[in-house]
């Protein structure tokens, strides 16, 4: 099978996972193996959104450094050798017309405005583009993709190219890649880490976000015959168990900086509480519509809507909004608007993210929890709690949360008393991040953040190497030029 593995950027989960992958088609026997990277074919992208020169001779070195550990027959490329001519002038001639970079901007079915508004948002966390306009990010990516587009577009064509690897997918270059492989219908595989230790997922022609992918992947590691269920049911639970002490597992704790057991002062917890966990919903702000919210503007009107719901027609009920943490230090309207609404009526409060409180000790008070999305809404289904889903989530078809079929079910569902739902739909998610997946044979990585392929951690450099990126950054912040030293 001809196959291309493509790892553009300076990540080392990405690329150690992607050097897997090539050992492992080498292994398989492939019939011609092509590994691409951008090789500093542009100087801005996800991972180096100031155009840092350094950065650009770092990520180069990097997968430079580590392809040395791979063996066997593959042909190495880079972006600018699959990019002609006649891609710029296409990529001119589309952005002449373009004035400001939108979700809604497509080049054929390629959605060239979120491959470069994902990374920005994720980057930024200016989720409404506030700032767009100011930072020339957008639109340089945005550009940088098409022609990515276009020239991997080309070489799959003309190679005759029948499977492409990649990691996430999400950001900038990758999705180009990926709109591309759909166009053409040719065979994408898109990995991601489940957890530390070298545990690798596999979506196949589809973004890692799809809902319905990721439910597959949950449901088939839960109907494994061969772990008895009361197995299943222990390693699921012991996951939730884990969270709540704060321990990280596949992604960073937000609750070891809070106080155990402290509760917000002020609120008589004697009444009927209802706990809304708003989301930090950065990742999924550019992913298509599979997030489209199906009853609300966006979370910000649904919490509105929440409120004013509460407050003017229980007001003897509390509304306690627990603003998720990842949002301390921000300040865009998207987190104003919600700051603002503490005591907009007497029954509302909101805890700020900044704010000791303790997540599980307010969930502990909850007669049932809202939720946007957020991963509480699994936890708190886990813990007994009646849970409201109001948007899109990852757990959206799983039946842990009560779901309003259309806008016109939501109260209903924010008045009537609620049964939790069965344990063991949470708990599958549970087994899911703490024993699904693939156990890869060359890529390990100790917590979230060391990688390390064959053994040998990536972001390895020679004295030579570091001593060069040292130089690039004084002479760089001396002429402000960029400069471009080549390693291959």
Not at 325 to 331: S, V, Y
Not at 336 to 354: D, F, G, T, W
């Amino acid at each position: 099978m001809r196959t291309l593995v493509f790892s553009p950027y300076l990540s080392s989960l990405f690329n150690a996972v992607m050097l897997d992958r090539l050992q492992e088609e080498i292994h398989a026997g492939a019939e011609k193996l092509y590994f691409l990277s951008c090789f500093q074919t542009f100087d801005i992208c996800a991972f180096n959104k100031t155009s840092e020169s350094s950065n650009c001779y770092y990520c180069e070195a990097n997968i430079v450094n580590s392809l040395k550990l791979v063996e066997g027959d593959y042909e190495v490329l880079r972006l600018a050798q699959l990019i002609a001519p006649e891609d710029r002038v296409m990529a001119d001639d589309f952005f002449s017309n373009v004035t400001d970079i939108r979700h809604d901007l497509y080049f054929e079915t390629f959605d060239v405005g979120e491959a470069a508004i994902s990374p920005y948002i994720t980057r930024t966390r200016d989720k409404n583009l506030v700032r767009e306009n100011k930072d020339g990010f957008l639109r340089q990516v945005s550009y940088n993709s098409l022609l990515v587009y276009l020239g991997v577009k080309r070489f799959l064509q003309e190679h005759q190219i029948e499977k492409v690897i990649f990691f996430n997918g999400r950001l900038d270059y990758t999705r180009s890649v990926l709109r591309a492989c759909q166009a053409l219908s040719v065979d994408c595989y898109l990995y991601e880490r489940v957890r530390p230790g070298g545990i690798i997922e596999c979506f196949h022609n589809v973004l890692p976000h799809t809902i319905e992918a990721r439910q597959a992947l949950i449901d088939e590691a839960w109907n494994d015959p061969a772990v008895p269920q009361e197995e299943k049911m222990r390693i699921g639970s012991n996951y939730y168990e884990r969270k709540r002490k704060g321990e990280v597992i596949i992604a960073r704790s937000f609750v070891v900086a809070q106080e155990k057991n402290r509760l917000p002062a002020g609120i008589d917890f004697s009444r009927k509480n209802v706990v809304l966990y708003n989301s930090s919903d950065d990742e999924i702000a550019a992913v298509g519509p599979m997030y489209k919210n199906p009853f609300f503007e966006g979370q910000e009107d649904g919490t509105q809507y929440v409120v004013d719901f509460y407050g003017k027609n229980f007001p003897e009920y509390n509304l306690i909004i627990r603003m998720h943490p990842n949002l301390k230090g921000l300040t865009y309207h998207y987190v104003e608007v919600i700051r603002s609404l503490h005591q907009k009526y007497p029954n509302v409060y909101v805890i700020a993210p900044e704010s000791e409180v303790d997540t599980y000790a307010l969930l502990d008070t909850a007669w049932k929890v809202i939720s946007f999305g957020t991963s509480m809404g699994l936890e708190a289904s886990f813990w007994g709690k009646p849970v409201v889903l109001l948007a899109k989530a990852r757990y959206f078809y799983a039946d842990v949360a009560y779901v309003p079929a259309d806008r016109a079910g939501v109260d209903a569902l924010l008045t009537d008393d609620l049964a939790p739902k069965d344990k063991a739909n949470p708990v599958k998610f549970g087994y899911y991040y703490l024993n699904g997946g693939t156990k890869a044979r060359y890529f390990f990585s100790k917590g979230l953040n060391q990688n390390y392929f064959k053994g040998q951690p990536m972001k390895k450099f020679t004295l030579k190497q570091k001593l060069i990126n040292r130089a690039i950054k004084v002479y760089t912040r001396l002429t402000k030029k960029k400069v471009v030293i080549r390693t291959f």
